[in-house]
């Protein structure tokens, strides 16, 4: 399984652009990488994925460097509401679709 | 379009007793996969329901067990309970079994064994 390491914890300013690190070094070349959230007391929420290509949506920009070898999460304004646990995921090809979580790193936003 | 949801919130249990825990998933959503989150942890892959069948497990012992209706509601079962088997159990549905296919959670059920 490629395995990621995150930070156990960042904090950020609300109002300020947050970057949420990620390595997974082990990755393999057909192997997405996810990003979820849960808010405390919630089930896990999806943010976003992506293969190799930069990506963005309404919520967050996903940004992977070009041997994938690590990629950050950015929330481009955060807001106290974005306190929570982000899990950076590889997709583990198993023959299911299925997600191995890690501790993730806990975001939190202050006023 | 209702989301994932799950019954109970919560529930409290003794060692050794039973427990089933229920999931329906989203409208259109064929797949269920349950998960267990210790307090601190991420969540552990416990298994995975596809058209009624199971079609993959983690690393979880037999006296967890599942099953999925035709409607793809499910239902987690576990015998035989232990102090460690307290944790939240969450339930998330996806349409398919393709990596890419988005899985959407619901908001879990916190089992306690006393």
């Known amino acids: 399984d490629a395995k990621t390491t995150q930070p156990p914890s960042m904090d950020c300013a609300e109002g300020r652009a947050a970057n949420l690190p990620c390595n997974h070094s082990?990755?393999?070349?057909?192997?997405?990488v996810y990003w979820y959230r849960q808010i405390h007391s919630q089930g896990p929420q999806y943010i976003i994925h992506?293969?190799?290509n930069n990506e963005t949506n309404e919520m967050a920009s996903l940004i992977i460097t070009e041997d994938r070898k690590s990629s950050t999460l950015i929330l481009p304004h955060a807001t106290l509401r974005d306190t929570a646990v982000y899990y950076c995921i590889v997709r583990v090809e198993l023959g299911y679709s299925t997600l191995t979580f890690g501790k993730g790193t806990m975001l939190l936003v202050s006023p | 379009e209702t989301g994932v949801t799950q019954s109970p919130t919560h529930l409290i249990k003794t060692r050794g007793q039973q427990v089933t825990l229920r999931c329906s998933s989203q409208s259109g959503h064929n797949t269920v996969s349950w998960y267990q989150q210790a307090l601190g942890q991420g969540p552990q892959f416990i298994f995975q329901?596809?058209?009624?069948?199971?079609?993959g497990r983690g690393n979880f012992p037999p006296r967890f067990s599942g099953l999925q209706f035709p409607n793809y509601s499910s239902e987690l079962n576990v015998n035989a309970l232990e102090l460690d088997d307290s944790a939240l159990y969450l339930c998330a549905s996806s349409l398919g079994l393709a990596d890419y296919n988005e899985q959407f959670f619901g908001p879990g059920t916190r089992l306690t064994v006393l």
């Open positions: 082990t990755i393999s070349g057909n192997e997405y």
């Open positions: 992506g293969l190799k």
């Open positions: 329901y596809y058209r009624e069948e199971e079609n």
